[in-house]
């Protein structure tokens, strides 16, 4: 049974800095590219950044490169998410989902995701 469990979530002011974490179990981790993904109030589910198996390439979208960072510790099946200079407008319940594919390829598509988390909420005040 795959199990991917967020953690880190929480009410911050603007400017601060988050870590969330994905912990992951009952796959194969190394196999997996792994992405973080956003859902706000009234929103659809959005692409926030991505990491191939090994970790050495990563993608971003745009609103959050420079200020976010997702690394993965494939020893501890953990894939992360370091969030800097947060603002109102990050709000949101952050999933992190894994992607079983042949070619080691990050892909912002929600229906590229197998697996998912149940989310973590993060909620930035002004």
């Known amino acids: 049974q795959v199990q991917l469990v967020e953690s880190g979530g929480g009410l911050v002011q603007a400017g601060a800095s988050l870590r969330l974490s994905c912990a992951a179990s009952?796959?194969?981790?190394?196999?997996?590219?792994m992405g973080w993904f956003r859902q706000a109030p009234g929103k659809e589910r959005e692409f926030v950044a991505g990491i191939r198996r090994s970790g050495g390439i990563t993608h971003y979208t745009d609103s959050v490169k420079g200020r976010f960072t997702i690394a993965r510790d494939n020893a501890k099946n953990t894939v992360y998410l370091q969030m800097n200079s947060l603002s109102p407008e990050d709000t949101a319940v952050y999933f992190c989902?894994?992607?079983?594919?042949?070619?080691?390829?990050?892909?912002?598509?929600?229906?590229?995701?197998?697996?998912w988390g149940q989310g973590t909420q993060v909620t930035v005040s002004s």
């Open positions: 009952g796959l194969t981790f190394s196999s997996y590219v």
């Open positions: 989902a894994a992607r079983f594919a042949v070619s080691d390829t990050v892909r912002s598509g929600v229906d590229e995701y197998r697996y």
